[in-house]
Every structure is written in structure tokens, then in C-alpha cells.
């Protein structure tokens, strides 16, 4: 979006911000309550992965971006609007429509201030990539309501702690746990957001002015106490409603008279606990997942670029300083291979594009076997392109498109496994890391001791016709080599 444009829409929305602002009321209140007992408690939602590993959750861009600034914070390209406060911009529906992000700290009025310079740098350096675990959290509940943009959701400690894993977590203990939860809860509350949007088919244009991603509005404390009087907090509760971005990407309603969008995906309680594993020994790969899971859900036909995967785990500011210093450039590419396994470890298969991404430059741990990296290998590099397609713990729709795109089989033998593996020339291992796939299930394969499941039909079948070879059914639907 130019940026007179951007600039007008700025100084537009915020003196519809400063009108609202003027008369609005405080939205958000702590209370203490005395004892434990469920009595005392708000109505709390019903558990997301009561019945199932997955669960729907809002994904809409504004969602998307939303997390890209709690995982990405600095490494964002940050820049002052003209009212001189902290803004991040994206470019939404090619260039015709934007949405804007600011942080505030205040977290009481509907309409806070927005924060400019160091004030909003330092609210940003606060946020923790498990707050982007809350903030899917909140996304999935959203989806549980008719009219969430209206309507308030209610989430405790308890929840939380069993959403994220933190119950097998014995290094804190109840204390710091609760602390830890009421901290990256609010987090989330001090995104603002502007979202403009235009008329698209089957979709009337909108605009959704200056205002919160997710309003806190009430935080219940839960005491008890001992037989000396002592209070000691032994819950939370918490009470959340969606920004009115809901309205125009969370509507059901709205979706039959093209006045708004429906936007969902599935959010896996797998993910969340994989973000909470290794986000403090491997943050790239934390925040890989996080974006991956709104990526995976989009059209995937076409590879992704590593470089724009490298910023997004790293920040442009690292990947471009890589360029101009051998230390920091071994020690990055060394990060990103290690993530790359991190993803593989916990289930994500990973696609080298053939031409672009040789094994001579892929990670030791899949297809590289000299420890030594080629010339000029990080221009070849951040050049390179590669699939990443999500674990099984996700639901089936996120399987990306390019599997079913891509894969035109009906059946496919472990005796045609083998033969297009020698004519390509490749070992089992090899094939093994294309393919994601263990070495050992290759070899069962390929002597017809294990039955090729239909998703694994899919991932041979992409490996193979990105080597340009191609499978096509006879008539009597066994496949034939061309």
C-alpha cells in the first residue's frame, strides 16, 4: 500500500480513536476471591481437546500477523506512522488493502494510547513466544462462540497449564507457574490492530478501526488461606473477548451476505507443547511452527524460499550480517540445520527442492555427507527452496495442497519404490531423507513387507516427479514409469 495512503488512513482512524476514546469506559477489572472452590469461579469454557487432539481455530491474516509480532517482535520491520507512534504494516489483497499493528501497555480501556519510540520498543522486547500460544488459544475459543466479536470466553490456570504442557513441568513451581500464565495471557491484550480491506468478489469491502486484537477484560485471583490467616494464590481465571477484527473474518452470519469472512484451521495441542519444548534452546524452530501452521494452511503448490524462512526464524537484520561475516554465517546456517531437524524430530517432513537445494548444501543430518560446506554455498543458500509439510498430529486438512496436487497415483508398489529410487540413482538413505521417511521403512517397502499408506504414496510421489519423474495409472490402475 503507497504510503499517502497508509498515512490518511492513519490520521482518519486515529481521530475515530480519539472520539471513542474520549467517552469509553473502563473494560477491564482484577477481583480476588477468597478460596478455591469452583463457586467462586467465572464459567469457564468447555476444554478444546477434550474429545480430540485438534481443534478448530480463527486463522485470518490479521490472526497470522498477530503472531508473527509476538514471535518475531524486533526482527519486524517496525517504523513510525505519522503520528509518530511504533507501527508494523502488512500489505493485504495485493496491495489494495493493510493492516496496521501497535502495542500499548495500558491494558483498562477499550481505546488505549498507542505507544511511540522506547516506551513501545520495550513493551515489544517483553514478548515471549509462548504469549503466541495463548494468543492460538484465544483464536481457537473465539471459534466456539456465535458472535465472539460480542461475546466474552472464560479460561483458567487449569486450562492453560493443560493446553501448554505445563504440568510436566517440575522446575517451577505452583507459584511461578501462575505468575507465568497471568503474564503471557495479558500479552496478547497489548496488540492494537487497524485492518482495511477492499471489496473482493463475493466479499463487500470493510474497515475495522484502530483497536484491540483481544481485550482482557476481567482476571480473577483465587486465594486460600492457612490457619494463620496467610493468603497464598492457587488460581486464575481469566475473561477474554475478540477484537471486532471477529466481525469480518469470524462470522458465520456474515459469510451468506458476503459482509464477512469465516476464516478457520486446526491448532494441534502437539504444536502448542512442541513451541513450549523448545522455544528457549531453539527459538527459530519455534517460531517456524508457529508460522508454518498458518502457511501450511495456504496454497503450498510452490516451494518455500529459504531466505524468507531464515528471516522469519531469525530477522533480516542476522541473515543479511551473515552475508558480510564468515563467523556469524557458519553459526547461523549451523542454527538453521539444526532447526531444520528440530522440525523433523518432532514430526514436520521436509522436501528439498532438487534443483535449488542439493545435498551438498543440506543439512549433515539429511543429505549432506561431506561435513565440509561448498564455495559460496550461502548465496546458493538463501536461493534454494524446500516444502516443509506439517506432522500427523494436525489435522488432515492441513495437509498441504501440494501432496494432492502433486500426486496423480492411484497405487504405487514397493517394486516401483525401488526401481525409481536406483534410476535416480539415490541409496535408501537417501531416499529416506527426501522423503522424511525412516531408512528402514524404505527398505520394508521396497520388498512389500509394509504396505504403503496413501500420505506416504503422496510424499514418494512428490520426491520422485521433483526429479521430473512421473507416475501415471494404466488402465487396470497399476503405474507405469515414463
Given at each position: 500500500?503507497?504510503?499517502s ?49 485438534t ?77 503466541a ?6 483464536a ?6 456465535s ?19 505445563l ?6 513451581n ?6 507465568l ?7 496478547p ?34 486465594y ?27 462470522n ?7 459482509s ?46 529459504t531466505?524468507?524462512?531464515m ?5 533480516l ?24 531437524l ?10 528439498f ?23 559460496s ?27 494432492q ?10 517394486v516401483?519404490?525401488?526401481e ?19 531408512q528402514?521403512?524404505?527398505?520394508r ?38
Amino acid at each position: 500500500m503507497p504510503a499517502s495512503k497508509k498515512q490518511s488512513i492513519c490520521k482518519r482512524d486515529r481521530a475515530t480513536k480519539e472520539a471513542q476514546s474520549s467517552s469509553s469506559q473502563l473494560s477491564y477489572k482484577e477481583n480476588n476471591q477468597a478460596g478455591d472452590s469452583l463457586k467462586g469461579r467465572l464459567s469457564i469454557a468447555p476444554a478444546l481437546f477434550e474429545n480430540s487432539s485438534t481443534t478448530n481455530m480463527a486463522s485470518a491474516l490479521p490472526i497470522w500477523e498477530a503472531s508473527s509480532v509476538l514471535t518475531q517482535k524486533k526482527d519486524l520491520p517496525w517504523k513510525n506512522d505519522p503520528n509518530g507512534k511504533l507501527c508494523y504494516a502488512k500489505d493485504a489483497e495485493n496491495g489494495e488493502g493493510a493492516i496496521l499493528f501497535w502495542v500499548v501497555k495500558d491494558l483498562e480501556r477499550e481505546y488505549p494510547e498507542t505507544l511511540a519510540g522506547a516506551a513501545a520498543l520495550a513493551v515489544i522486547d517483553t514478548f515471549d513466544i509462548r504469549a503466541a500460544c495463548l494468543h492460538l488459544i484465544y483464536a481457537a475459543h473465539a471459534t466456539q462462540l456465535s458472535r465472539p466479536w460480542e461475546q466474552e470466553f472464560v479460561i483458567d490456570d487449569r486450562q492453560i497449564e493443560e493446553y501448554l504442557g505445563l504440568k510436566k513441568r517440575t522446575d517451577k513451581n505452583r507459584q511461578q507457574k501462575l505468575a507465568l500464565i497471568k503474564e503471557i495471557a495479558q500479552q496478547p491484550c497489548r496488540v492494537v490492530t487497524y485492518i482495511s480491506y477492499p471489496a473482493r468478489p463475493k466479499a463487500r469491502g470493510f474497515t475495522v478501526s484502530e483497536s484491540r486484537l483481544w481485550n482482557m477484560l476481567e482476571i480473577q485471583h483465587h486465594y486460600n488461606s492457612d490457619l494463620f490467616g496467610n493468603e497464598e494464590l492457587v488460581g486464575l481465571t481469566f475473561g477474554v473477548k475478540a477484537g471486532y477484527w471477529a466481525k469480518y473474518f469470524l462470522n458465520e452470519e456474515g459469510r451468506t451476505d458476503h459482509s464477512a469472512e469465516y476464516q478457520t484451521s486446526p491448532l494441534s495441542k502437539a504444536l502448542l507443547e512442541d513451541v513450549m519444548q523448545v522455544w528457549q534452546h531453539r527459538e527459530g524452530a519455534a517460531r517456524l511452527m508457529v508460522w508454518l501452521l498458518f502457511k501450511t494452511n495456504d496454497d503450498m503448490r510452490y516451494p518455500l524460499a529459504t531466505r524468507t524462512l531464515m528471516e522469519i526464524a531469525y530477522g533480516l537484520p542476522k541473515v543479511e550480517a551473515a552475508k558480510l561475516d564468515n563467523r556469524l554465517r557458519n553459526k547461523l546456517v549451523n542454527a538453521w540445520d539444526d532447526d531444520l531437524l528440530a522440525l523433523h524430530e518432532r514430526g514436520w517432513q521436509i522436501h528439498f527442492h532438487a534443483q535449488t537445494y542439493p545435498p551438498e548444501i543440506q543439512p549433515f543430518a539429511f543429505g549432506r555427507t561431506n561435513p565440509c560446506r561448498p564455495r559460496s554455498f550461502f548465496e546458493q543458500l538463501l536461493s534454494a527452496q524446500l516444502w516443509i509439510c506439517p506432522p500427523n498430529s494436525l489435522n488432515k486438512a492441513l495437509i498441504p495442497k501440494t501432496n494432492q496436487q502433486l500426486s496423480s497415483v492411484h497405487s504405487i508398489t514397493g517394486v516401483q519404490v525401488k526401481e525409481l529410487r536406483k534410476k535416480q540413482g539415490w541409496s535408501q538413505r537417501e531416499l529416506a531423507m527426501r522423503t522424511g521417511l525412516s531408512q528402514s521403512l524404505i527398505g520394508r517397502i521396497e520388498t512389500d513387507s509394509r504396505k504403503i499408506t496413501l500420505e506416504n504414496q503422496k510424499i514418494l510421489a512428490q520426491v520422485f516427479q521433483e526429479s521430473n519423474i512421473r507416475l501415471q495409472p494404466t488402465a487396470d490402475f497399476d503405474d507405469k514409469i515414463l
